[in-house]
């Protein structure tokens, strides 16, 4: 519990300062463009009639934005939240910017325990947002109601970091990221394998990413997996 207790405090710290610090679409920065995958997914989707999204862990809107400005001319909507206030304040302000604040709802709630409506949403994506969950039961929660409040034909974009791990560069320690939910890779794909079992998986990718960093003055590597999936709802509900 306190290991919970400290991830989240330092995940919700580092968010609110970069977010303060960084404006969205800032080049040379993690904001500077909306992910290319959550586009493409997007894309599959017939934009021609109205179109319904949800963001989890949404941050300042670098995906919710650009989705909304596709969306919005054919009366398609974003449902945008995140756990930190600021998030969404920046977002509502950029949503202004950007000229969408009318296709964009937003809230700020914990992913863990956000009500999604059932067979409502044709989009659902969640980027960085299921690995700052509590636990693997709490995972498999979220991502049952992420199913449940889709639509026919909807589509799932899930990307996530797995085996989070912090490499001292002086030292050569490897010890484990400080994360709320630090899934072994094999864990999380068969977990998701399992709970989209009757759905068409569209792209099931692990990548290794290394991030390097400075910490309490120290070099480090954040180093981990980078998990992408996505998944289209192929089931006929009668
Ligand atoms: C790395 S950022 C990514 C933001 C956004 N998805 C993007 O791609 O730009 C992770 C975001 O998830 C949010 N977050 C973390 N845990 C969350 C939770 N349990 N519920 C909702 N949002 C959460 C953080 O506040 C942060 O804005």
């Given at each position: 519990?306190?290991?919970?207790?400290?991830?989240?405090?330092?995940?919700?710290?580092?968010?609110?300062?970069?977010?303060?610090?960084?404006?969205?679409?800032?080049?040379?920065?993690?904001?500077?463009?909306?992910?290319?995958?959550?586009?493409?997914?997007?894309?599959?989707?017939?934009?021609?009639?109205?179109?319904?999204?949800?963001?989890?862990?949404?941050?300042?809107?670098?995906?919710?934005?650009?989705?909304?400005?596709?969306?919005?001319?054919?009366?398609?909507?974003?449902?945008?939240?995140?756990?930190?206030?600021?998030?969404?304040?920046?977002?509502?302000?950029?949503?202004?910017?950007?000229?969408?604040?009318?296709?964009?709802?937003?809230?700020?709630?914990?992913?863990?325990?956000?009500?999604?409506?059932?067979?409502?949403?044709?989009?659902?994506?969640?980027?960085?947002?299921?690995?700052?969950?509590?636990?693997?039961?709490?995972?498999?929660?979220?991502?049952?109601?992420?199913i449940n409040g889709t639509r026919n034909e909807g589509i799932?974009?899930?990307?996530?970091?797995?085996?989070?791990?912090?490499?001292?560069?002086?030292?050569?320690?490897?010890?484990?990221?400080?994360?709320?939910?630090?899934?072994?890779?094999?864990?999380?794909?068969?977990?998701?394998?399992?709970?989209?079992?009757?759905?068409?998986?569209?792209?099931?990718?692990?990548?290794?990413?290394?991030?390097?960093?400075?910490?309490?003055e120290k070099e480090i590597e954040f180093r981990s997996t980078?998990?992408?999936?996505?998944?289209?709802?192929?089931?006929?509900?009668?």
């Amino acid at each position: 519990m306190k290991d919970l207790v400290q991830a989240r405090k330092k995940e919700m710290s580092y968010h609110e300062q970069f977010y303060r610090d960084t404006a969205l679409f800032e080049p040379g920065t993690w904001l500077s463009k909306p992910v290319e995958v959550v586009l493409d997914m997007l894309s599959r989707l017939d934009l021609n009639n109205e179109v319904r999204v949800l963001d989890l862990g949404c941050g300042v809107g670098r995906n919710s934005i650009p989705i909304a400005q596709k969306i919005q001319k054919t009366g398609g909507s974003v449902v945008s939240m995140d756990l930190l206030p600021i998030a969404i304040d920046k977002l509502r302000t950029y949503a202004e910017k950007y000229k969408v604040n009318e296709s964009i709802h937003t809230k700020v709630a914990d992913a863990e325990f956000y009500p999604i409506t059932p067979g409502h949403f044709d989009y659902i994506i969640a980027c960085s947002c299921l690995e700052h969950v509590s636990g693997i039961a709490a995972f498999r929660s979220v991502i049952q109601r992420m199913i449940n409040g889709t639509r026919n034909e909807g589509i799932h974009c899930i990307l996530m970091s797995t085996e989070v791990m912090e490499y001292q560069i002086e030292t050569g320690e490897e010890t484990e990221g400080e994360i709320e939910l630090n899934l072994k890779t094999e864990e999380a794909v068969s977990t998701l394998r399992e709970l989209y079992t009757d759905w068409e998986i569209l792209i099931q990718r692990a990548v290794p990413q290394t991030i390097h960093e400075k910490k309490y003055e120290k070099e480090i590597e954040f180093r981990s997996t980078w998990l992408t999936f996505a998944a289209r709802n192929a089931r006929k509900r009668f």
